[in-house]
């Protein structure tokens, strides 16, 4: 309990002396020419899928002939130092970096601690006692020597007012980038910084209206931002860029986010979407406020009636990756799995009736009950996908649907030959619906197989698998068998 009205303290503690400095209006001081704090003069953000922003910003500062220091406050907490780029657009020729630092020791209350041992200050306990010397310790419990020699102890628990005199040179109250710049003339001129900076993510999240007959779809496709990179970008360009752009490891950056979602319908072509390199962009064709721990949607995507259908998977086997060498284990593969899969499958082509690129999100597919209400049936991923190709989500396992598939017979006819037989019965338990089921069949053992004999048609899909598509009635059940031969390598 002590322990906890410590932190409590502590953090009171902090907040009195932010309050205190505040009104003394103290400023830190600096070198050279100091160039304040102004506004953007224009802010681009540009944001990849892996969770990196490129940030450029413009702004106007008044500059003198020789010496400057250039302070570019309101920087992203979590940027990465060594990409920034400096770059005077006034006078390109005339304007060198001399030095660039990135200045982050900003202050707090053990900052200002540590910064004034051995130095003057004053606290005021919670009875309201007053202790005036010099620090000696801050560490846990403060330490004050009075002027006549007397050492107090004084636990942090106990304090209900520290004051110090000034706030001393070097600290700061927001993450800044620092230029000593020199500069061939004097007046104002417009530089440009670039950097990137991590906590500035983007996804894209689609609602998926199904119709009842399951053959057709409603899309709305948007855009989530959220940012958490420690300042907030007014009035930016934004621009996204869709692909899996490579980059190295980048150093972990903790976050305490507080997430306020923002989401309005966006006016028609709100987002501006072209192809960038061996990417795609999109580009909100407004300024945009992206403020920090905020979570901000935008519509980019939207189709009707676009041409859907919803299928029935019985995967009985264990899944397959690829031949190693021959299996003659006569148990290998048995799972007991008697789930249906249920998928939903579209085209994001122009035949389908969409025609647009849909990047790397979460779905979210809907279907209206009885009294007209969108009721969720299921949830995924899907990755980047270009316009023209399929699209295949996983929604769930069907109620109704049951499978089970049995090894009925397995002979070693040779040191180098195995025949198994299969059977797989499929039940529909639904009142009125004939429903087709996709049975696909891994051919595990070894890749030179035969199939001896089968109760129904199937297709070889690939060199490894066979697939049979039977119909099931309402209420009946539907038997499958094949024998497949393999023959090992001696």
């Not at 906590?199 to 209206?209: M, P």
Request: hydrophobic share 35%; net charge negative; no cysteine.
């Amino acid at each position: 309990m002590k322990k906890g009205k410590a932190v409590l303290m502590t953090l009171a503690v902090f907040t009195l002396v932010a309050l205190w400095l505040g009104v003394a209006g103290l400023r830190t001081p600096v070198q050279a020419q100091d160039t304040g704090e102004l506004d953007s003069d224009s802010v681009s953000l540009t944001v990849y899928n892996q969770g990196t922003a490129l940030v450029r910003d413009r702004r106007t500062f008044p500059l003198t002939t020789g010496l400057n220091t250039v302070d570019f406050t309101d920087v992203a907490s979590s940027i990465d130092a060594t990409s920034v780029s400096f770059t005077s657009i006034t006078d390109p020729q005339g304007t060198v970096v001399l030095e660039q630092n990135y200045v982050y020791d900003l202050v707090d209350s053990a900052a200002l601690l540590n910064r004034y041992l051995d130095e003057n200050i004053e606290i005021v306990t919670t009875d309201g006692t007053e202790y005036r010397g010099q620090l000696l310790s801050g560490r846990g419990e403060l330490i004050i020597r009075a002027d006549d020699g007397q050492v107090f102890v004084v636990r942090l628990n106990e304090v209900r007012d520290i004051r110090f005199p000034n706030l001393p040179g070097g600290l700061i109250t927001r993450p800044t980038l620092r230029w000593l710049l020199e500069s061939a003339t004097g007046g104002d001129q417009q530089v440009e910084l670039t950097y990137l900076t991590g906590g500035v993510s983007w996804t894209a999240d689609y609602n998926l209206l199904l119709a009842t007959d399951n053959h057709s779809l409603d899309l709305n496709g948007w855009i989530t931002l959220s940012n958490s990179s420690g300042t907030t970008y007014r009035d930016a360009q934004v621009k996204l860029v869709a692909g899996d752009v490579n980059r190295l490891p980048q150093p972990q950056v903790a976050n305490d986010m507080v997430m306020e979602a923002m989401a309005a319908p966006a006016p028609t072509r709100a987002v501006e979407q072209r192809e960038f390199f061996e990417y795609q962009l999109y580009e909100i064709a407004r300024p945009v406020t992206v403020g920090n721990n905020e979570t901000k949607q935008v519509e980019f995507v939207n189709g009707a009636g676009v041409a859907a259908n919803t299928f029935f998977v019985y995967e009985g086997g264990g899944p397959f990756y690829g031949y190693y060498g021959p299996i003659n284990d006569q148990y290998y593969g048995q799972t007991g799995i008697t789930d249906v899969q249920n998928y939903l499958e579209f085209s994001t082509g122009e035949e389908s009736g969409l025609g647009a690129d849909l990047p790397a999100g979460r779905v979210r597919v809907y279907q209206e009950d009885v009294d007209g209400a969108a009721l969720l049936i299921g949830e995924n991923r899907i990755d980047h996908t270009p316009s023209g190709e399929s699209i295949r989500i996983y929604l769930g396992n069907a109620f109704d649907l049951v499978g089970e598939r049995t090894q009925t017979d397995f002979r070693i006819i040779a040191s180098n030959v195995v025949e198994e037989t299969f059977e797989i019965r499929l039940r529909n338990r639904k009142d009125s619906d004939t429903v087709e089921i996709r049975v696909p069949e891994h051919l595990y053992r070894w890749s030179n197989w035969e199939i001896l004999n089968a109760s129904a048609e199937y297709t070889k899909m690939d060199s490894a698998t066979i697939e049979f598509r039977p119909q099931v009635p309402p209420g009946g059940e539907t038997v499958i068998t094949y024998t497949v031969r393999y023959t090992f390598p001696y």
